[in-house]
Each structure stands twice: as C-alpha cells, then as structure tokens.
C-alpha cells in the first residue's frame, strides 16, 4: 500500500492477532526507560539540599515576562546527540533521527525558575543536514537566541558541530521539543519536557508524559517533496499508524516493498492505583494529525490548557491539535472495577486529518499480574465524536484560566487570510493575505534586527509583520472558504493548530465562518499558546507585545508550514538591541553554518520553516 492512497484500515475490527511482545523495547524505541518517565516527583532535589518546595510560597500565575519565578540558583544540563538511527516504533522498520538514539527522545525536567542547559550535537555528517531544537511554549524572554527556530534566531546547527542551548524553566506543567528544520520533526525529533512547580490540583501519582502522535513511514523529505511537488494529481500524505508513548502495533500484511516488519511490536502499558487520583501530561507530538484523546470507561478532569493552569472541568475527551497539551486528573476504579485493563485510546480525527490507521491505543492495567501477563483489555470506548467535532477545541467558555486577565482592547489588529493557492509553477502553497512565507537560513533576522538592519529588501517572504511599538496585537486568522465547486475539493479539509512563540495568547474566539465581533469570557479569555483554526472558520488571538523579538506564528502541521503557512512577528523592534550577546550568540551557529553552506549543497526542499529555499547570492 502507497501512503498516497486513502485508505483506513481499522486494525480492531481485523482483531489484533496478538498483543504485544513481538519486539523489545530496544527494537522499537531504542534507549528509552519509560519506567523513568511514570511516577515522577514533585520536584526534583537541588544540591545543596533545601528543605521545602524550591518555590517556596510563590503563587504560579502565567501571564506577563514580570511575574516572579523562583530563583533556584540551579542550572540542569542536558546533552543531545542528533544522528540516524533504524527502529521499529510500532514494528515496521523505519529509517529516522534520533535524539541519543531514542524514541521519543529523553525527558527533559526542571523545577520552575530553574536554568536548563542543553548542548547539542548535530550527527548528520552522513545525510549532509542541518537542524536546530525549539521547546515549545517557553518564553524566552530575553534568551530568544534559545528558541530554537533557524532563519529567524539561528543558523541551522551544521553537521559536526554543537550549539548550547540556554533558558530558563519560565513555566510549570508540561509539552515538548522537537527539530524546527524542515519537517525533521516526523522523522523522530520529538521529546517530551516537564517543568515541577505549584499545582492548582492535588493528584496522588504523576504518570508523566502521554505522548500521542501521527507516525509516517517513510523519510520526511520525501513527504515534502511530495507535498510541494508541482506534477499532477493528488499531493496529500496520508500518515501510517497513530502512537501513545512511541509504540502501537501495525498489520504487516500491508508492507509490499520487504521492509522488515513485526505485527505484534507491542503498546504503551500504565499501571494505575485502585481510588488514586492520576495525572497525565497529554501531548500532541504529531506532524499533522488532530487527535481526540479518551480512556475507556474513565472520566477526566482537565487542569490545564498548554501551560496554563484552568479552572477544572470534566470530559470524557480531549481534543488536541499538533503542539497543543492537556493535564488531566484521572480517578482510579475502586472494587470490582480494577479486576480488568482499559483500553487508553487516542484516535486520529478522519475528518480533519488524512489517517490510514487512526486508532491509537496503549493498556492500563490495576492488576499488576494482568500488567505482566500482557491481558487485553475488552473494555467499552467512549463515544464516536469525529462525526459531530467540528473539528476544534473544546468550548472557549468551558473553563477559564485560574489567573485572571481580562481582554483589554486591542492598539493592532491585523486581519489574515489564510489561502491554499497554486502558484504559477503549479506548487500547492499557502498565502497569508497574499503572501507566502520562508526564511533564509543565512541571515537570522533576529541578527539583522540587533544591527539595526529592519529592511528585509531580499525577499517579502521573509513575511514579517512589524508591530511596531503597538502594546495589544490582535489577529484575526480567517481559514479558506471551502469551495465545493472547485473540482479540486477534498472533503476533508484540514483545521490548522496555530502556535505563536514567546507567548501565551488570549483566545477570544473560535468557530465556523466568519468572527462576529463577539468576544468569549471577555473578562478572562482562555491563554494558551497553540489553538485550532478550524476549518473554514476563524480563530482570534491577542497578546501584548512584553517580550521584543521576532516571534514566527505558525500552523503546526509539518507540511502546512513547509508550505509557507508562517508569519513572523517583529515585536518591539526598538528594543531587540538593548539584547546582550546576540550578535557573539549568533556567531556560533552562523560562522560554521556559512562555511559548511559554502561547500555544500542546501537541499532546498521547502520554506526552512521548515527548510531553506533561498540560497544568498555569493
Ligand atoms: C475511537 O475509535 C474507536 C474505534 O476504534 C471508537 O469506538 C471510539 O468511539 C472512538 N473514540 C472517539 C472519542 O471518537
Ligand atoms: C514545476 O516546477 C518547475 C520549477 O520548480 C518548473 O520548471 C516546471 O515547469 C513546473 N512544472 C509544471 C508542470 O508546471
Ligand atoms: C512556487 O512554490 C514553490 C514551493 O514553495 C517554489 O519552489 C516555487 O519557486 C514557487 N514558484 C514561483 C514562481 O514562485
Ligand atoms: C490578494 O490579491 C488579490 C489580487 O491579486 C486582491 O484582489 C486581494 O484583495 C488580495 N487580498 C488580500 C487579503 O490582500
Ligand atoms: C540588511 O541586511 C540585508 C541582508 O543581509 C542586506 O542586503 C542589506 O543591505 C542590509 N541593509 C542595511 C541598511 O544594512
Ligand atoms: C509609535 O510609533 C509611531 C511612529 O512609528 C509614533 O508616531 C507614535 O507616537 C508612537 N507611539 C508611542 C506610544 O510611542
Ligand atoms: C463530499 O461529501 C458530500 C456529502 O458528504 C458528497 O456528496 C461528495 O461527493 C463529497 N465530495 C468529494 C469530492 O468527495
């Protein structure tokens, strides 16, 4: 079977043939420890030891660059090697990159207010690639040559060498960090990240991160080549499997072309305790898909939006699109309830999302003899919802954030259209307000800005929107009117997971058609800092311009922004330079960076947001 062709497989009504112990877990997700990444502290110790919380009284209230963090007074170092690697997440052999050689990559935790410092090493002397890492939903504030976005606040780490990565925890709770070079991201660069701090909720056990994502067989570049490519016919990609934790089982019976393959390489197991309140980072890792996320016959409490903190409410399931998390609170069965395993599931949207094989499961089990004899569960799902989503967000008046900030009105408020167009050489490419976006890995503008330099005079796809010295930006994104005429009309038509760096954003609306004007909880909108422009509908966010920078803001689907499906905000431009070291910061990507692009040929496959399309002219 080609992943060109659409095509859903439902692996649960073929009936798994067997469940799980097909593969080590070294043969599907490499170095990876997941015992190390269940029952996670509170915190973690600082040397010398202290007593209490490292935070002390400090109240967590994200919602401005001047809020108190604790001064820990502690740096966590990491170190990470990027190369290939083969594994087998879900059985099927699959060439990929690898953080240290593990799948997802290692767990990245730090108690809030601590330094994290991470040196990585780019290992693709052999593919001849560049990369760069972003942790998504920090600030950054005043580290923004942290940030990890290449073209904009880097050059791209050149194979063989090493840049140190360097911030600060800014917030508690839970997400993730991937490679932002080119769509890396669905060949592996994914793992998940935990800041420890004051919680809203109590919970008993902390079951870590709950990493959900699309997986795509073959090598992202050639999912971009075929996204961007201008022959004719249909250049949709269709993902191949749906994973909880790096793991899910595959029908090897659908591999024709001899790749190695094992149908029963086993799910993701849990352990949960009879009567105890459990907490689950959810993540969406993915490169495309929307997820809706439930446990079979278990109600959630949901903590929190991304990184902020919400008043509780319950559901039976959360809707996530790529980059954005949830944190919930799960209550364990008591009695008779616990003497079997649920099914935790996680299905990719078909409506909104171009799955071969949407349903993601992994088991949790009360019984630790049923844990280690593999027992499958036969519980009950939770209701169909794909058929009635519109494919978005839970309501905008479901909760709030439990630091409250009201709406202030808007200085800026820039209106965009987002358009999938054809361009005169019949490449398939998104238009924001009639303009395209990519960056030149050459020349970060994030060190032009330092220089004074804010012309952009090479190329209007830089795409850069100046807010000048405005204090409230607002944007209003207006997704494409589907047009059903047009003989090109794919039923289903995609919802884009918007994500804006360095900041978390009021969401003051979001739904089908056009925005009314009317603003949901004016008096203390959700904050968060990826949400789901549906489709053909409109989504409005805001935020006040408290951290200068160039901040891209970005559908998060690999290919949407390969596409150029990317924008970049130039935010307080006048106080960039007050910056320290960017230019001695810079020089440490740029100078290898420009000597190894000399010799070498960039593969220029699509925006560098994911890859470079503009070489300088020498
Ligand atoms: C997920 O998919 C299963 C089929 O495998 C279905 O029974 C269940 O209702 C779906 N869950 C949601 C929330 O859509
Ligand atoms: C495809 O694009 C290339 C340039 O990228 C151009 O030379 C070629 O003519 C295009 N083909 C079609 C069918 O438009
Ligand atoms: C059309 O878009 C493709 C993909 O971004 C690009 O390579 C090509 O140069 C564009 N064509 C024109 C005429 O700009
Ligand atoms: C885009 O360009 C077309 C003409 O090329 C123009 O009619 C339209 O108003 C433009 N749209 C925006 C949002 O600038
Ligand atoms: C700004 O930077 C660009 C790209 O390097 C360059 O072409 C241009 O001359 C610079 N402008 C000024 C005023 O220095
Ligand atoms: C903002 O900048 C504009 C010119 O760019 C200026 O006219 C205006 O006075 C400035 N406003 C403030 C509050 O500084
Ligand atoms: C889209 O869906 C409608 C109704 O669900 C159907 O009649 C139509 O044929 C579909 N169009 C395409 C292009 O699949």
Same mark, same amino acid.
């Given at each position: 079977?080609?992943?060109?062709?659409?095509?859903?497989?439902?692996?649960?009504?073929?009936?798994?043939?067997?469940?799980?112990?097909?593969?080590?877990?070294?043969?599907?997700?490499?170095?990876?420890?997941?015992?190390?990444?269940?029952?996670?502290?509170?915190?973690?110790?600082?040397?010398?030891?202290?007593?209490?919380?490292?935070?002390?009284?400090?109240?967590?209230?994200?919602?401005?660059?001047?809020?108190?963090?604790?001064?820990?007074?502690?740096?966590?170092?990491?170190?990470?090697?990027?190369?290939?690697?083969?594994?087998?997440?879900?059985?099927?052999?699959?060439?990929?990159?690898?953080?240290?050689?593990?799948?997802?990559?290692?767990?990245?935790?730090?108690?809030?207010?601590?330094?994290?410092?991470?040196?990585?090493?780019?290992?693709?002397?052999?593919?001849?690639?560049?990369?760069?890492?972003?942790?998504?939903?920090?600030?950054?504030?005043?580290?923004?040559?942290?940030?990890?976005?290449?073209?904009?606040?880097?050059?791209?780490?050149?194979?063989?060498?090493?840049?140190?990565?360097?911030?600060?925890?800014? *917030? #508690?709770? +839970?997400?993730?960090?991937? !490679? /932002?070079?080119?769509?890396?991201?669905?060949?592996?660069?994914? &793992?998940? $990240?935990?800041?420890?701090?004051?919680?809203?909720?109590?919970?008993?056990?902390?079951?870590?991160?709950?990493?959900?994502?699309?997986?795509?067989?073959?090598?992202?570049?050639?999912?971009?080549? *075929? #996204?961007? +490519?201008?022959?004719?016919? !249909? /250049?949709?990609?269709?993902?191949?499997?749906?994973?909880?934790? &790096?793991? $899910?089982?595959?029908?090897?019976?659908?591999?024709?072309?001899?790749?190695?393959?094992?149908?029963?390489?086993?799910?993701?197991?849990?352990?949960?305790?009879?009567?105890?309140?459990?907490?689950?980072? #959810?993540?969406?890792?993915?490169?495309?898909?929307?997820?809706?996320?439930?446990?079979?016959?278990?109600?959630?409490?949901?903590?929190?939006?991304?990184?902020?903190?919400?008043?509780?409410?319950?559901?039976?399931?959360?809707?996530?699109?790529?980059?954005?998390?949830?944190?919930?609170?799960?209550?364990?069965?008591?009695?008779?309830?616990?003497?079997?395993?649920?099914?935790?599931?996680?299905?990719?949207?078909?409506?909104?999302?171009?799955?071969?094989?949407?349903?993601?499961?992994?088991?949790?089990?009360?019984?630790?003899?049923?844990?280690?004899?593999?027992?499958?569960?036969?519980?009950?799902?939770?209701?169909?919802?794909?058929?009635?989503?519109?494919?978005?967000?839970?309501?905008?008046?479901?909760?709030?954030?439990?630091?409250?900030?009201?709406?202030?009105?808007?200085?800026?408020?820039?209106?965009?259209?987002?358009?999938?167009?054809?361009?005169?050489?019949?490449?398939?490419?998104?238009?924001?307000?009639?303009?395209?976006?990519?960056?030149?890995?050459?020349?970060?503008?994030?060190?032009?800005?330092?220089?004074?330099?804010?012309?952009?005079?090479?190329?209007?796809?830089?795409?850069?929107?100046?807010?000048?010295?405005?204090?409230?930006?607002?944007?209003?994104?207006?997704?494409?009117?589907?047009?059903?005429?047009?003989?090109?009309?794919?039923?289903?038509?995609?919802?884009?997971?918007?994500?804006?760096?360095?900041?978390?954003?009021?969401?003051?609306?979001?739904?089908?058609?056009?925005?009314?004007?009317?603003?949901?909880?004016?008096?203390?909108?959700?904050?968060?800092?990826?949400?789901?422009?549906?489709?053909?509908?409109?989504?409005?966010?805001?935020?006040?311009?408290?951290?200068?920078?160039?901040?891209?803001?970005?559908?998060?689907?690999?290919?949407?922004?390969?596409?150029?499906?990317?924008?970049?905000?130039?935010?307080?431009?006048?106080?960039?330079?007050?910056?320290?070291?960017?230019?001695?910061?810079?020089?440490?990507?740029?100078?290898?960076?420009?000597?190894?692009?000399?010799?070498?040929?960039?593969?220029?496959?699509?925006?560098?947001?994911?890859?470079?399309?503009?070489?300088?002219?020498?």
């Amino acid at each position: 079977m080609s992943f060109l062709t659409p095509f859903v497989v439902n692996l649960l009504s073929g009936a798994l043939p067997l469940f799980g112990g097909g593969l080590s877990n070294q043969q599907t997700n490499g170095n990876v420890d997941f015992r190390s990444w269940q029952n996670l502290p509170k915190f973690l110790p600082s040397s010398p030891r202290k007593y209490g919380t490292p935070w002390g009284s400090l109240k967590y209230e994200p919602g401005s660059v001047n809020e108190q963090m604790p001064d820990t007074g502690v740096t966590r170092h990491y170190d990470f090697d990027i190369a290939p690697g083969k594994l087998s997440p879900d059985g099927y052999q699959k060439d990929m990159l690898l953080f240290n050689g593990q799948y997802p990559g290692p767990l990245i935790e730090a108690n809030w207010g601590d330094w994290v410092e991470i040196k990585v090493t780019n290992s693709l002397q052999s593919l001849n690639e560049g990369t760069a890492v972003h942790w998504h939903g920090l600030r950054q504030y005043q580290t923004q040559f942290a940030d990890g976005v290449p073209g904009l606040v880097q050059c791209p780490i050149a194979p063989g060498s090493s840049f140190t990565y360097r911030f600060r925890a800014d *917030h #508690v709770g +839970s997400s993730w960090y991937h !490679s /932002h070079y080119s769509a890396q991201i669905s060949s592996g660069l994914i &793992g998940p $990240m935990v800041f420890y701090g004051p919680r809203s909720q109590p919970y008993d056990i902390d079951m870590g991160p709950i990493m959900v994502n699309d997986l795509f067989h073959p090598y992202y570049e050639q999912l971009v080549e *075929h #996204v961007l +490519s201008n022959s004719s016919g !249909s /250049h949709f990609v269709f993902s191949d499997n749906n994973l909880i934790n &790096g793991k $899910m089982d595959f029908d090897c019976a659908l591999v024709t072309d001899g790749t190695p393959c094992v149908s029963n390489a086993g799910v993701s197991k849990f352990q949960f305790r009879p009567g105890k309140d459990h907490l689950l980072r #959810v993540v969406n890792t993915g490169s495309a898909g929307l997820q809706f996320f439930t446990i079979d016959e278990h109600e959630m409490t949901v903590i929190s939006n991304d990184f902020i903190p919400i008043t509780p409410y319950k559901t039976n399931s959360l809707t996530l699109g790529v980059g954005q998390r949830n944190d919930v609170i799960v209550r364990g069965k008591t009695g008779a309830a616990t003497q079997q395993p649920y099914w935790m599931r996680t299905n990719l949207s078909v409506n909104c999302a171009l799955p071969h094989q949407p349903y993601g499961l992994a088991a949790i089990y009360y019984d630790r003899a049923d844990f280690a004899a593999n027992k499958k569960p036969t519980s009950q799902p939770q209701p169909l919802i794909d058929a009635e989503m519109p494919c978005q967000n839970a309501p905008l008046d479901a909760s709030s954030p439990i630091a409250r900030i009201p709406a202030p009105p808007a200085d800026k408020v820039v209106v965009i259209q987002v358009l999938d167009v054809v361009n005169s050489t019949g490449h398939t490419i998104y238009h924001l307000n009639n303009q395209t976006g990519r960056v030149n890995y050459n020349e970060p503008v994030l060190r032009l800005a330092n220089e004074g330099n804010f012309s952009y005079p090479m190329d209007p796809d830089w795409n850069i929107l100046d807010t000048s010295n405005s204090s409230v930006v607002r944007l209003v994104w207006e997704n494409r009117k589907v047009d059903s005429s047009d003989p090109n009309f794919f039923n289903r038509t995609f919802a884009h997971p918007m994500h804006l760096h360095g900041h978390d954003y009021q969401v003051l609306s979001y739904g089908p058609g056009e925005w009314d004007g009317t603003i949901i909880n004016g008096d203390n909108p959700i904050r968060r800092d990826t949400t789901i422009l549906p489709p053909s509908g409109h989504l409005v966010m805001q935020f006040t311009t408290d951290n200068p920078g160039i901040w891209p803001v970005h559908c998060h689907v690999a290919w949407h922004v390969s596409a150029g499906f990317l924008m970049n905000i130039m935010e307080r431009p006048q106080d960039i330079d007050a910056q320290q070291n960017i230019e001695q910061i810079m020089a440490q990507t740029c100078d290898a960076w420009d000597a190894w692009s000399r010799e070498n040929v960039v593969n220029q496959v699509d925006s560098g947001l994911r890859r470079m399309a503009m070489e300088r002219e020498r």
